[in-house]
């Protein structure tokens, strides 16, 4: 504050031990004194203007206008106690009551005056800014002294309440201006675009913050705890900064508008202004929080006659803080939808690319997937980082999104990227990876995220890890079916299986060319996953084993069609061939299994052959080998205790007996119905449709037997593509089919396979033989080939 002069303290004019009488004559000269000594007062505190004492001496002065104060309630009182009231002395009094009176007013415009600029009197002349609290005190504490209540003694007429709503009208007018000022600098400029505008106004209420603390230390903390100025301070602070911010936020510039800086720019401050006010006014910390007050209508910080209720201050601290919190979840929400939008976007772009093939110094398979997701990923994540003050409810909040959105693109690209064996190979190592970046971006932030909210966000993290780790096995697991493509593909596997020449081959041929290409691949397992994800592919090839088998079966029994016969021209041999197919498969896992000294995988072997030896037994069973259809029965539990759904295990053994014994298939139909009630009681829970989109495609058979419209998967067939090159029994190689895999499948159901040659002549062979059948019972004379 700029001085004038020095000067120094005031002479000490009155005191409470020369303003005492004994009697009425001896007031009565006191009385006298009482003009000239308030002159004095009044001009000593007058030269102290503009100088260091002007606040002490203001506060001298007042402390001695106090005492003349005192005196004459003192007097009054005596003259009310006379039986003859002395009228002289009455007069006299009564003047000097005025003329004391006079001077407090004086005394009282200073007082608020120095309140005015109290703000700045506590940074530039603290020993002022304690003068002057300390002289809105005088008329209190003298009051105490002598005994009277303090409404009748306080000299300058509740200075206090006056002082403090002058001191906050200075501070909101304070605020108010520094917006106005603010708006009012970028239009001078010229510039009106709105983003200018919410910059101007977001420094503005960035530099109100810093100020606050300030007020806090220097002008709340040297008043007297009762006055509680705190709530005042923190709820003018809301109210304008809230007003300053949706003055901007309009009908015509909604948070639509707003840039991501603004946004958290907006985010950011009402959470620092929480911190802050914890920080400051530890006693405030429950009025400030997110959670929002009700009210039926507005707490006004002012009464009606527009003097501050400081017992308001708190009701009305509340209502400001919703206004708040309303423009940072507003704001929250705004940044948190663009956020989500924009990153489900991208990442739909980085799973749809193309991504580099890579071949660590390990020898494991792997693709950039996972630096390009990351490396993305990381950009959000850092600006979320710079913006956001730590230990607040909006960075759990908005990783929370981040996180959501890594979950939901990797559930819905899942497929999309498992395009071939080697991409599978690829993605399991992938997400492996991508579940330790997971955990170290989680940790990285860790440190900045509230306790309370720590939990929550660990739960997430969890969700997403879970779900890569789910996904690296569910890719290891897919590798069966790319490897079961090429089984598909061979006309000399598939088309072969369970014809006449798989019937005759005492070799089990077709059996060996399946472990060939399943050796094949696992050459390359072992080359591109670690030892786990080796074990896990495995267990799904073993698992696609025995259902290729059943799968197999069915399709012929659909299209057999005889009610007497069975669909093999002997069924000893088919049921020989069958044991011994199912012996070579299982001895090559069971070589695999001991090779790498895996208990848990020689279990999955004995658990998933069993199913397939099952189906061998009712087969046995319905060819009637020296057994009774009652034997049955364990068979068909046996089944439901591997496969679970009664409705697949009655498809299977009711599709075996028609291909094997079609005439007994009423009696198989009976034992299945006695075992019903008792099997669908314990039948599985599991909703087929789930498990259709869930399981890897053609590993469950209760969706292929219970989905009308599910089909076997079969990888499409390019023209631009060579032929399977998977090694043949007597060493040649399979010619490509020029037939779609669906037509191959299906004359393979109906005994028709091999090459293209052998194909076309078969049904030229059965083209002919209809024909003529046609001929023969509907004979016409014109009637030409």
């Given at each position: 504050?700029?001085?004038?002069?020095?000067?120094?303290?005031?002479?000490?004019?009155?005191?409470?031990?020369?303003?005492?009488?004994?009697?009425?004559?001896?007031?009565?000269?006191?009385?006298?004194?009482?003009?000239?000594?308030?002159?004095?007062?009044?001009?000593?505190?007058?030269?102290?203007?503009?100088?260091?004492?002007?606040?002490?001496?203001?506060?001298?002065?007042?402390?001695?206008?106090?005492?003349?104060?005192?005196?004459?309630?003192?007097?009054?009182?005596?003259?009310?106690?006379?039986?003859?009231?002395?009228?002289?002395?009455?007069?006299?009094?009564?003047?000097?009551?005025?003329?004391?009176?006079?001077?407090?007013?004086?005394?009282?415009?200073?007082?608020?005056?120095?309140?005015?600029?109290?703000?700045?009197?506590?940074?530039?002349?603290?020993?002022?800014?304690?003068?002057?609290?300390?002289?809105?005190?005088?008329?209190?504490?003298?009051?105490?002294?002598?005994?009277?209540?303090?409404?009748?003694?306080?000299?300058?007429?509740?200075?206090?309440?006056?002082?403090?709503?002058?001191?906050?009208?200075?501070?909101?007018?304070?605020?108010?201006?520094?917006?106005?000022?603010?708006?009012?600098?970028?239009?001078?400029?010229?510039?009106?675009?709105?983003?200018?505008?919410?910059?101007?106004?977001?420094?503005?209420?960035?530099?109100?913050?810093?100020?606050?603390?300030?007020?806090?230390?220097?002008?709340?903390?040297?008043?007297?705890?009762?006055?509680?100025?705190?709530?005042?301070?923190?709820?003018?602070?809301?109210?304008?900064?809230?007003?300053?911010?949706?003055?901007?936020?309009?009908?015509?510039?909604?948070?639509?508008?707003?840039?991501?800086?603004?946004?958290?720019?907006?985010?950011?401050?009402?959470?620092?202004?929480?911190?802050?006010?914890?920080?400051?006014?530890?006693?405030?910390?429950?009025?400030?929080?997110?959670?929002?007050?009700?009210?039926?209508?507005?707490?006004?910080?002012?009464?009606?006659?527009?003097?501050?209720?400081?017992?308001?201050?708190?009701?009305?601290?509340?209502?400001?803080?919703?206004?708040?919190?309303?423009?940072?979840?507003?704001?929250?929400?705004?940044?948190?939808?663009?956020?989500?939008?924009?990153?489900?976007?991208?990442?739909?772009?980085?799973?749809?690319?193309?991504?580099?093939?890579?071949?660590?110094?390990?020898?494991?398979?792997?693709?950039s997937l996972d630096m390009d997701i990351y490396g993305f990923i990381g950009v959000p994540v850092k600006k979320i980082q710079e913006a956001l003050p730590p230990k607040t409810n909006a960075i759990p909040q908005c990783l929370g999104v981040i996180l959501k959105c890594l979950f939901d693109a990797q559930k819905t690209h899942l497929n999309m990227i498992l395009t071939d064996f080697e991409s599978c190979c690829a993605r399991v190592n992938d997400f492996s990876q991508m579940n330790r970046k997971c955990e170290t971006l989680v940790n990285e932030i860790r440190g900045l995220v509230a306790p309370e909210s720590l939990e929550a966000l660990k739960k997430q993290e969890e969700c997403v890890r879970e779900r890569y780790t789910a996904d690296a096995v569910y890719a290891a697991q897919k590798t069966s079916y790319f490897i079961f493509n090429d089984i598909y593909e061979c006309g000399d596997i598939t088309g072969s299986l369970f014809n006449e020449v798989w019937l005759q081959d005492t070799g089990n041929g077709i059996a060996e060319q399946i472990v060939i290409t399943m050796n094949d691949y696992y050459g390359d397992l072992k080359g591109y996953l670690d030892d786990k994800m080796v074990?896990?592919?495995?267990?799904?090839?073993?698992?696609?084993?025995?259902?290729?088998?059943?799968?197999?079966?069915?399709?012929?029994?659909?299209?057999?069609?005889?009610?007497?016969?069975?669909?093999?021209?002997?069924?000893?041999?088919?049921?020989?061939?069958?044991?011994?197919?199912?012996?070579?498969?299982?001895?090559?896992?069971?070589?695999?299994?001991?090779?790498?000294?895996?208990?848990?995988?020689?279990?999955?072997?004995?658990?998933?052959?069993?199913?397939?030896?099952?189906?061998?037994?009712?087969?046995?069973?319905?060819?009637?080998?020296?057994?009774?259809?009652?034997?049955?029965?364990?068979?068909?539990?046996?089944?439901?205790?591997?496969?679970?759904?009664?409705?697949?295990?009655?498809?299977?053994?009711?599709?075996?007996?028609?291909?094997?014994?079609?005439?007994?298939?009423?009696?198989?139909?009976?034992?299945?119905?006695?075992?019903?009630?008792?099997?669908?009681?314990?039948?599985?829970?599991?909703?087929?449709?789930?498990?259709?989109?869930?399981?890897?495609?053609?590993?469950?058979?209760?969706?292929?037997?219970?989905?009308?419209?599910?089909?076997?998967?079969?990888?499409?067939?390019?023209?631009?593509?060579?032929?399977?090159?998977?090694?043949?029994?007597?060493?040649?190689?399979?010619?490509?089919?020029?037939?779609?895999?669906?037509?191959?499948?299906?004359?393979?159901?109906?005994?028709?396979?091999?090459?293209?040659?052998?194909?076309?002549?078969?049904?030229?062979?059965?083209?002919?033989?209809?024909?003529?059948?046609?001929?023969?019972?509907?004979?016409?004379?014109?009637?030409?080939?």
């Amino acid at each position: 504050m700029a001085e004038k002069s020095t000067s120094k303290p005031i002479a000490v004019l009155v005191t409470r031990e020369a303003f005492t009488f004994r009697s009425i004559e001896e007031a009565s000269d006191q009385l006298q004194k009482i003009p000239d000594i308030s002159s004095n007062l009044k001009s000593q505190v007058d030269a102290t203007e503009w100088s260091n004492d002007e606040w002490t001496a203001l506060r001298d002065g007042c402390r001695q206008h106090a005492v003349l104060e005192i005196f004459l309630l003192e007097v009054g009182t005596a003259l009310d106690q006379q039986t003859s009231k002395d009228e002289v002395v009455a007069a006299l009094l009564s003047k000097q009551i005025e003329i004391v009176k006079d001077l407090a007013d004086e005394f009282r415009m200073k007082i608020l005056s120095g309140f005015s600029c109290l703000v700045e009197l506590a940074t530039d002349a603290p020993k002022g800014r304690d003068a002057l609290i300390e002289t809105v005190t005088i008329g209190e504490s003298l009051a105490a002294q002598v005994g009277l209540p303090e409404a009748e003694a306080d000299p300058f007429g509740h200075i206090r309440a006056d002082a403090l709503d002058t001191l906050a009208r200075v501070i909101a007018e304070r605020i108010s201006e520094k917006f106005r000022n603010a708006t009012e600098s970028v239009a001078l400029l010229g510039d009106n675009e709105f983003s200018s505008v919410m910059d101007a106004v977001l420094q503005t209420a960035n530099e109100v913050l810093s100020e606050i603390k300030i007020m806090a230390k220097d002008v709340v903390a040297g008043m007297p705890s009762e006055w509680e100025f705190g709530p005042v301070l923190i709820c003018l602070v809301a109210e304008e900064c809230s007003t300053g911010m949706l003055q901007q936020i309009t009908s015509e510039h909604t948070y639509v508008e707003l840039s991501e800086a603004h946004l958290l720019g907006l985010v950011a401050w009402v959470e620092k202004w929480k911190l802050t006010v914890q920080e400051i006014f530890p006693e405030l910390s429950s009025l400030v929080g997110s959670k929002r007050a009700n009210f039926d209508n507005r707490p006004m910080l002012r009464s009606s006659d527009g003097k501050l209720d400081i017992g308001m201050a708190k009701e009305a601290l509340k209502y400001a803080n919703n206004l708040l919190w309303d423009v940072h979840n507003m704001a929250l929400t705004e940044f948190v939808f663009r956020t989500k939008e924009e990153i489900a976007e991208l990442l739909d772009r980085c799973y749809r690319a193309e991504h580099q093939k890579l071949e660590p110094s390990d020898g494991l398979l792997t693709s950039s997937l996972d630096m390009d997701i990351y490396g993305f990923i990381g950009v959000p994540v850092k600006k979320i980082q710079e913006a956001l003050p730590p230990k607040t409810n909006a960075i759990p909040q908005c990783l929370g999104v981040i996180l959501k959105c890594l979950f939901d693109a990797q559930k819905t690209h899942l497929n999309m990227i498992l395009t071939d064996f080697e991409s599978c190979c690829a993605r399991v190592n992938d997400f492996s990876q991508m579940n330790r970046k997971c955990e170290t971006l989680v940790n990285e932030i860790r440190g900045l995220v509230a306790p309370e909210s720590l939990e929550a966000l660990k739960k997430q993290e969890e969700c997403v890890r879970e779900r890569y780790t789910a996904d690296a096995v569910y890719a290891a697991q897919k590798t069966s079916y790319f490897i079961f493509n090429d089984i598909y593909e061979c006309g000399d596997i598939t088309g072969s299986l369970f014809n006449e020449v798989w019937l005759q081959d005492t070799g089990n041929g077709i059996a060996e060319q399946i472990v060939i290409t399943m050796n094949d691949y696992y050459g390359d397992l072992k080359g591109y996953l670690d030892d786990k994800m080796v074990i896990r592919a495995l267990e799904a090839l073993i698992k696609k084993c025995y259902v290729y088998y059943v799968e197999q079966l069915l399709a012929r029994s659909s299209v057999h069609k005889s009610t007497n016969e069975s669909f093999f021209a002997d069924n000893k041999k088919a049921l020989n061939r069958l044991k011994d197919d199912i012996g070579v498969i299982k001895e090559f896992f069971e070589e695999i299994a001991s090779e790498k000294e895996e208990p848990e995988l020689k279990a999955v072997i004995a658990l998933e052959f069993k199913v397939l030896e099952t189906i061998h037994e009712v087969m046995s069973i319905a060819a009637g080998a020296g057994v009774s259809h009652d034997d049955i029965k364990p068979c068909i539990r046996a089944l439901h205790d591997s496969l679970g759904k009664y409705a697949t295990v009655r498809t299977i053994v009711s599709g075996l007996y028609r291909l094997v014994n079609p005439a007994e298939l009423e009696a198989a139909t009976k034992k299945l119905d006695e075992e019903e009630k008792d099997l669908k009681t314990n039948d599985s829970k599991e909703d087929i449709e789930v498990i259709a989109h869930e399981s890897v495609p053609g590993q469950n058979l209760d969706v292929l037997v219970l989905l009308p419209s599910y089909k076997p998967p079969l990888a499409k067939v390019d023209s631009s593509v060579s032929s399977p090159t998977k090694p043949q029994p007597n060493g040649s190689q399979q010619a490509k089919s020029l037939l779609p895999l669906e037509l191959q499948q299906e004359l393979a159901a109906r005994g028709i396979g091999g090459s293209n040659t052998t194909i076309i002549s078969e049904l030229l062979k059965r083209l002919k033989a209809a024909e003529e059948h046609l001929r023969q019972k509907n004979p016409r004379p014109d009637d030409q080939l």
